[in-house]
């Protein structure tokens, strides 16, 4: 994946949504991505998002990554930004146990109730293989679970950023291959995704590359 050095022009704009439990590295998994950096950061309050330009397939896109708070208490704030996304991430934790069990309790639930993109595509990450000492959810388990809920799977570091490019352009490419997305992502230009995220109730840090 190349990072697009025009960044006024893309072919496709899709709106990206990270999900997971609170601490399982969404956050550190955007940085990764965005800046190569690894800062350990505090919980997000409300939604934070990101903006990244790159050339995957010979398309120019311009990613619009929201990146959701974990923390219950964002729940009802959180669930109106799966609008009109193209890509959904659930992201969990492989040695924390519950951030797997969450995702059939909690955050499959929740897509299938708030995203309103039938062809949506859904992606699993399992985050922090890095600490492989610690694991306790398998990789097959991880597979299974992407198998049963038709996802894309990988395993990743948002520390070391084993896998993290892979992530976004496994995703980015399906949603590429699905016609009824494409058509949303070039309209999405006009409707201006950007304008339904009203100025006063999130934090938006900066973006990285407009
Ligand atoms: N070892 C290791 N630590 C990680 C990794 N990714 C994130 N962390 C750490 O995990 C903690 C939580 O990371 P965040 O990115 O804030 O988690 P989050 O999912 O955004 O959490 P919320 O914003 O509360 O939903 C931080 O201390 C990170 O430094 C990883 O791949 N490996
Ligand atoms: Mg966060």
């Known amino acids: 994946m190349e990072t697009s050095l025009s960044q006024q022009e893309f072919d496709y704009l899709f709106k990206l949504l990270l999900i997971g439990d609170s601490g399982v590295g969404k956050s550190t998994l955007l940085l990764s991505f965005t800046s190569d950096n690894f800062e350990d950061l505090s919980p997000t309050i409300g939604v934070d998002f990101k903006v990244k330009h790159v050339t995957v397939g010979g398309k120019k896109l311009k990613l619009a990554i929201w990146d959701t708070a974990g923390q219950e208490r964002f729940r009802t704030l959180t669930s109106s930004y799966y609008r009109g996304a193209q890509g959904i991430i659930m992201v969990y934790d492989v040695t924390r146990r519950e951030t797997f069990t969450n995702l ?107």
């Open 104 to 210: 059939s309790d909690i955050w499959a639930k929740e897509i299938d109730l708030y995203s309103t993109s039938h062809d949506c595509i859904k992606m699993l990450v399992g985050n922090k293989v890095d600490k492989e000492s610690e694991r306790v959810v398998t990789r097959k388990e991880g597979i299974n679970f992407a198998r049963e809920y038709g996802c894309l799977f990988l395993e990743c570091s948002a520390k070391t950023r084993v896998n993290v490019e892979q992530c976004f352009e496994e995703l980015v490419l399906k949603i590429l291959e699905t016609p009824s997305l494409l058509a949303e992502g070039s309209s999405g230009v006009k409707k201006n995704i950007f304008n339904q995220k009203p100025a006063q109730d999130v934090s938006v840090s900066g973006c990285c590359s407009w």
